[in-house]
């Protein structure tokens, strides 16, 4: 299959590239830098722009005649408290998690319409289903790009293309070195310095990327999808079902040990 990943130069996406070109694949990186990789090809992109997504994709298909599979990895965390939030960090955000996914989808539509077939994953987090303390705003752009996966699903299904969202735990790669991290104010400085290590304490001891690309694999042998698929430790996704059955009150104070707010 022609598979084209974001988010390529570094943690998943890497992994998964390489991953998927081992198996044969034809797999291209996009990434705001260049890769160096003897299994996939790296086109260096700004999803961001949208002229440089168009110039990826073309380049892409002078040597292919289709997309079969598109997998929307690249994205970003931020940590912080909402009060402490600025406009430019969460358009920052937002652009990337949401509109780079969304122009990367745009620009593959009209390729895999025409052969009345495609695949696309959109790389979430379990913690887009619930707002986690001081990265509310994460959880929202990832909450966000899960809906528009929802509304695609019906829009793209009569060209028999399939679309859905995989929530991930917390895996072993170097986000904390490339979250966007607010100034954080005084009255939250203790509680978030607490929750903060916390937060990296549990990315060090994620799974690790080689297991999500096996598991990505897995899924891209799958006919028909569900719009939601979670990966990761099961105290991480067994927060989603309690979520949707609990109290919000009984919900909250488990949140809060869990986070070590209590």
């Known amino acids: 299959m022609t598979i084209i990943i974001t988010g390529t130069s570094s943690g998943i996406g890497f992994v998964l590239a390489e991953y998927l070109g081992k198996k044969g694949h034809h797999v291209y990186g996009l990434s705001r830098k260049h890769t160096e990789s003897q299994y996939f090809k790296s086109i260096p992109t700004d999803i961001t722009d949208n002229t440089a997504v168009g110039n990826a994709i073309t380049e892409i298909l002078k040597t292919e005649t289709r997309i079969d599979v598109l997998i929307n990895n ?29 122009q990367m989808m745009s ?20 913690g887009s289903e619930m707002g986690l303390p001081f990265r509310g705003f994460y959880s929202a752009s990832k909450s966000a790009l899960d809906k528009v996966t929802e509304a695609m699903r019906y829009e793209v299904y009569p060209w028999n293309i399939d679309v859905c969202s995989l929530h991930l735990g917390d895996i072993k790669t170097n986000i904390a070195e490339n979250r ?16 903060y290590a916390l937060m990296n304490s549990h990315v ?40 949707w059955i609990l109290p919000q009150g009984t919900y909250e104070n488990l949140m809060k040990k869990y986070n070590k707010l209590d």
């Open 180 to 195: 966007v991290r607010t100034k954080v104010s005084e009255p939250y400085k203790s509680v978030f310095d607490k929750v």
């Open 74 to 102: 690249a994205g970003m965390g931020m940590v912080g408290a909402v009060e402490d939030s600025s406009k430019e960090d969460i358009l920052k955000l937002f652009n990337l998690n949401l509109v780079g996914s969304v």
């Open 204 to 243: 060090g001891d994620g799974t690790e990327p080689s297991e999500v690309a096996e598991y990505i694999e897995n899924l891209l042998t799958k006919n028909k999808w569900k719009a939601h698929y979670y990966f990761g430790k099961f105290g991480q996704k067994i927060g989603v079902p309690l979520k």
């Open 107 to 126: 620009a593959v539509m009209p390729v895999m319409r025409k052969h009345k077939f495609g695949k696309i994953i959109n790389i979430s987090s379990i």
